[in-house]
């Protein structure tokens, strides 16, 4: 994930910028990640295999970027973060590789970047489902803007990445191996920033505060009707996304702000050491937020558990039972 657009430079052939982490910090972090890694992907499995199972939610539109959204920060949390652990539990690359580098920088500039666009995504489309739900009828106009973001960064990080015009050296010991070259280039890390983070962030926000101010006036000019419960719903599951969301990218959008205009090394160190990984639990707790806002997912996991609960007493007075008969039989004989 690109933090920031610092262009700081560093002298590679001496290797003398110092590493921003500390064995205890580093373990601290792999802990807390790890941690919270398998659960999440445990919520987003179960959340992928009711999709697939239960028609209703497939063919609810709405669901459609969200499910998106999570397919992201799914793969960030299977692919990405596992190099990330890695180089926190081993304070290094392991294995120290020119192509893994590459590969890690790659994909984790894309999902990020993916994943704050899908949140902006969300965001209109959850404004026009709501309100101008005849916008959405067709599938282009529905399909087009959740996968082309995606599609279009994919192009523009690989021709960056691989392609631009720069020498790139790494430095193992550094998380991302110190990032891509194309950094360095204050107008093409300017722009890359205000594309993959500034705008989606904003739309973000704008469309958020424009729904919350269509949903209170709807609140109080219309009755408690059918109409008004489905807007309740839809636009709570949003908003306790995008409360998720916008609590930790805000803050790092502010630094990005900071650095750009004013003084380009503020809490530059902070940010690399631990703002950069708080980034990690939106895509680890998205699962969670996402779960309780969809209610029949919820209801089938609350069947399953009563079912198990009344199997296991069936089960035991039926070995009481057979104890019983077994006590008789030994009485008799």
């Not at 499910?67 to 539990?89: A, D, K, R, S």
């Not at 969670?288 to 997912?297: D, G, T």
């Not at 069936?314 to 104890?323: H, S």
Request: proline residues 4%; charged residues 15%.
């Amino acid at each position: 994930m690109s933090v920031d657009n610092n262009n700081e430079t560093f002298d590679y052939e001496d290797n003398t910028y110092p590493s921003l982490e500390s064995s205890f910090s580093r373990s601290i972090k792999f802990n807390i990640l790890i941690s919270c890694q398998i659960p999440s992907i445990i919520c987003n499995l179960i959340i992928f295999f009711y999709f697939t199972r239960l028609r209703e939610l497939q063919t609810k539109r709405h669901h459609h970027v969200v499910i998106c959204l999570l397919i992201c920060n799914f793969l960030i949390i299977t692919m990405e973060l596992p190099i990330t652990l890695v180089y926190l539990y081993f304070g290094e690359h392991i294995p120290s590789s020119y192509s893994l580098c590459l590969f890690w920088i790659y994909i984790n500039y894309l999902l990020f970047a993916s994943s704050v666009w899908m949140m902006a995504i969300a965001s209109i489309q959850r404004y026009i489902f709501i309100f101008h739900k005849h916008f959405m009828k067709s599938y282009l106009k529905h399909y087009i803007p959740i996968f082309l973001p995606p599609t279009l960064l994919s192009i523009w990080y690989f021709v960056l990445i691989f392609f631009y015009p720069c020498q790139q050296q790494f430095d193992y010991t550094q998380l991302w191996c110190f990032g891509a070259c194309y950094l360095y280039d204050e107008v093409i890390s300017t722009i890359d920033w205000i594309v993959s983070s500034f705008i989606p962030i904003v739309l973000t926000v704008i469309f958020n505060i424009i729904l919350l101010l269509r949903v209170i006036y709807r609140k109080y000019k219309m009755k408690r009707g059918n109409t008004w419960r489905t807007t309740r719903k839809l636009s709570i599951q949003l908003f306790s996304i995008s409360f998720l969301f916008l609590s930790i990218y805000l803050p790092l959008i502010i630094f990005g702000l900071i650095r750009t205009w004013i003084d380009p090394y503020f809490l530059y160190v902070f940010t690399m050491t631990y703002l950069a990984y708080v980034a990690y639990f939106v895509s680890l707790l998205m699962p969670f937020i996402c779960l309780i806002s969809l209610p029949e997912i919820v209801t089938k996991i609350k069947r399953l558990c009563c079912l198990n609960n009344r199997v296991e007493p069936v089960q035991q007075q039926q070995q009481i039972a057979m104890t019983l008969i077994t006590r008789r039989n030994i009485q008799q004989t």
